[in-house]
């Protein structure tokens, strides 16, 4: 799976480029005082009795390379399955993420979007919100969610398009999403929204048929994406509004 992870409008990244949201102000990427942590007994830091030295905070770090600058060293982010992420709390008993990420100088990405109102799609409540169900697939130490079933493989009009209830971006909890980026700490950066589109229509459709689509009905796979980039176009205009001057990075990413 690939990632594009885009930084502030007019910061010099990626998403400074060609047509986008409306930018979120970076911060400087000069040094700034901030607490380096002491270690304490069960091998993670705190602030108590802490020497004060002068680098960049996490955030720092990623904004000063979004820019084009030269961070103090170079920012590292973290992703894990569940039980890798577990194990390690126990191994290096640490009670959370952010006890993780100081304790291995790691300047983890905080990961804030709205929540979804809508829980299941209308008449399944197995399915999303997209009428896609998963099923959990172990693989010795651990699990994957698979997708147990693809809604649109039975289309083959683009009048079955349009009737098929589409999920509304009103369906999320704002109030609650601005409340978390507000109280959100200063010193990690903010990743909000997403965008993979095509995996999604593979999930709706099937793998083959989505791939067939391309070369053989173009007219129904052009309105299915459209219909997945309206509902995320709307979903992140909203959150990064929201989130202005704090939301640093989004997601977009395919298969």
Same mark, same amino acid.
């Given at each position: 799976?690939? *990632?594009?992870?885009?930084?502030?409008?007019?910061?010099?990244?990626? *998403? &400074?480029?060609?047509?986008?949201? =409306?930018?979120? #102000?970076? &911060?400087? &990427?000069?040094?700034?005082? $901030?607490?380096?942590? @002491?270690?304490?007994?069960?091998?993670? !830091?705190?602030?108590?009795?802490?020497? &004060?030295?002068? /680098?960049?905070?996490?955030?720092?770090?990623?904004? #000063?390379?979004?820019?084009?600058?030269? =961070?103090?060293?170079?920012?590292?982010?973290?992703?894990? @399955?569940?039980?890798?992420?577990?194990?390690?709390?126990?191994?290096?008993?640490?009670?959370?993420?952010?006890?993780?990420?100081?304790?291995?100088?790691?300047?983890?990405?905080?990961?804030?979007?709205?929540?979804?109102?809508?829980?299941?799609?209308? *008449?399944?409540? %197995? #399915?999303? /919100?997209?009428?896609?169900?998963?099923?959990?697939? %172990?693989?010795?130490?651990?699990?994957?969610?698979?997708?147990?079933?693809?809604?649109?493989?039975?289309? @083959?009009?683009?009048?079955?398009?349009?009737?098929?209830?589409?999920?509304?971006?009103?369906?999320?909890? +704002?109030?609650? +999403?601005?409340?978390?980026?507000?109280?959100?700490?200063?010193?990690?950066?903010?990743?909000?929204?997403? +965008?993979? =589109? $095509?995996?999604?229509?593979?999930?709706?459709?099937?793998?083959?048929?989505?791939?067939?689509?391309?070369?053989?009905? %173009?007219? !129904? #796979?052009?309105?299915?994406?459209?219909?997945? !980039?309206?509902?995320?176009?709307?979903?992140?205009?909203?959150? +990064?509004?929201?989130?202005?001057?704090?939301?640093?990075?989004?997601?977009?990413?395919?298969?």
């Amino acid at each position: 799976r690939g *990632g594009l992870l885009t930084g502030p409008k007019g910061s010099g990244s990626p *998403g &400074s480029r060609g047509r986008g949201f =409306p930018g979120c #102000a970076s &911060s400087s &990427s000069v040094k700034r005082r $901030f607490v380096y942590e @002491t270690t304490l007994e069960n091998g993670c !830091f705190s602030h108590n009795d802490a020497a &004060s030295y002068d /680098i960049m905070t996490p955030r720092d770090r990623w904004l #000063a390379l979004f820019a084009g600058e030269r =961070p103090d060293r170079i920012p590292t982010d973290y992703w894990a @399955t569940d039980e890798v992420t577990e194990r390690l709390f126990r191994e290096l008993r640490c009670a959370d993420k952010e006890e993780l990420y100081t304790r291995l100088h790691i300047d983890g990405v905080l990961h804030i979007n709205p929540e979804r109102t809508a829980k299941h799609f209308p *008449g399944d409540p %197995q #399915a999303d /919100i997209w009428g896609i169900r998963r099923t959990a697939v %172990q693989y010795g130490t651990g699990s994957y969610d698979e997708f147990a079933n693809h809604p649109l493989a039975d289309f @083959t009009t683009v009048e079955e398009l349009e009737a098929y209830p589409w999920p509304s971006p009103d369906d999320y909890d +704002y109030d609650r +999403y601005a409340r978390e980026i507000a109280a959100a700490p200063s010193h990690r950066i903010i990743r909000s929204g997403e +965008y993979e =589109p $095509f995996l999604l229509y593979c999930a709706l459709r099937g793998m083959e048929l989505a791939m067939m689509d391309l070369l053989v009905d %173009q007219e !129904f #796979a052009e309105m299915a994406l459209d219909r997945i !980039f309206r509902h995320y176009y709307a979903l992140n205009e909203r959150t +990064y509004e929201l989130g202005r001057g704090r939301v640093d990075i989004t997601y977009v990413a395919e298969d």
